[in-house]
Nanobody, 130 residues
Framework: EVQLVESGGGLVQAGGSLRLSCTTS????????IAWFRQAPGKRREGVSC?????????YYEDSVKGRFTISRDIPENTIFLEMNNLKPEDTAVYYC??????????????????????WGKGTQVTVVR
């Protein structure tokens, strides 16, 4: 059974940093692509950063987070991280971890496509104040 559990959200001042964690079970780097999405109040959910499976190797960052956010995987610990630096108020959202066996599908969803991902966490709130 695949399970995804996010943690690490919180309240931070603009310019600060947070590291989000997604603890997984049933997700292997060989077989699964993983991603971080976010949804701000009144807005649609958007892909923040996505990584294909080991066999795919692609990495995607949404334009507004390039140079500030870094996605990584700790394979032995089955954990996915999102390091977020120089946070801005517009980064305020609920952040979700997601996984799918299709790297192409996940990349499609990450970039606004219609592909429906198989597995989602429940989210963690990030609030950035001035």
């Amino acid at each position: 059974e695949v399970q995804l559990v996010e943690s690490g959200g919180g309240l931070v001042q603009a310019g600060g940093s947070l590291r989000l964690s997604c603890t997984t079970s049933g997700v292997t780097s060989e077989d699964f692509a993983i991603a971080w999405f976010r949804q701000a109040p009144g807005k649609r959910r958007e892909g923040v950063s996505c990584v294909g499976s080991n066999r795919d190797g692609r990495i995607y960052y949404e334009d507004s987070v390039k140079g500030r956010f870094t996605i990584s995987r700790d394979i032995p610990e089955n954990t996915i991280f999102l390091e977020m630096n120089n946070l801005k108020p517009e980064d305020t959202a609920v952040y979700y971890c997601a996984a799918d066996r299709s790297s192409g599908g996940l990349m499609n969803a990450c970039q606004g496509g219609s592909y429906g991902l198989d597995y989602w966490g429940k989210g963690t709130q990030v609030t950035v104040v001035r």
